[in-house]
């Protein structure tokens, strides 16, 4: 919750904190603020991504010194944030992925390019993924390919 009030979370997001901490209708504070002209409801996308590891590699690896960096990313861009973990994940296969959940608002294109943009950026190891859920499906895309159309 106080993450939501932060400064730099945006105004949008501490007025929906504000109303549920309140307990006034959903939307009002943000009605009264913005005017007849609301906007719209924002979607939330849940994503994670995956960063393969060696069995033996440390906890604290590149999964833990990205998730600070993408949490500023999209935040700054009003594209979502970091959830929790990072996790290391067992695969059926005997490999392992750190997994750094995420939660994309609104354009869930924008968010997923501004995910794979930071792993680019940070070196991320080859294999790496960006799954996001939406409309029942997920999308899979590793850190080179286009993304699918809608």
């Known amino acids: 919750m106080l993450g939501a009030l932060a400064p730099d979370a945006g105004e949008l997001r501490a007025l929906v904190m504000a109303e549920l901490l309140l307990g006034v209708e959903?939307?009002?504070?943000?009605?009264?603020?913005?005017?007849?002209?609301?906007?719209r409801p924002l979607?939330?996308?849940y994503a994670n991504a995956y960063l393969p590891?060696?069995?033996?590699?440390p906890r604290k690896g590149l999964a833990s010194q990205l998730k600070?960096?993408?949490?500023?990313a999209l935040r700054a861009a009003g594209l979502g944030t970091t959830d929790s973990g990072p996790v290391r994940l067992g695969r059926h296969d005997g490999s392992s992925v750190d997994d750094l959940p995420l939660r994309l608002i609104d354009d869930w294109r924008a968010g997923l390019e501004l995910v794979r943009e930071v792993l680019r950026t940070a070196g991320a190891p080859e294999g790496s993924t960006v799954e996001v859920r939406r409309r029942g499906e997920t999308v899979t895309a590793n850190?080179?390919?286009p993304l699918p159309r809608d």
Do not use: C, F, I, K
């Open 53 to 57: 590891v060696a069995q033996d590699a």
């Open 43 to 45: 979607r939330h996308y």
């Open 143 to 145: 850190l080179e390919q």
């Open 26 to 39: 959903p939307g009002s504070l943000v009605r009264a603020r913005s005017g007849p002209e609301a906007p």
């Open 68 to 72: 600070p960096r993408l949490n500023t």
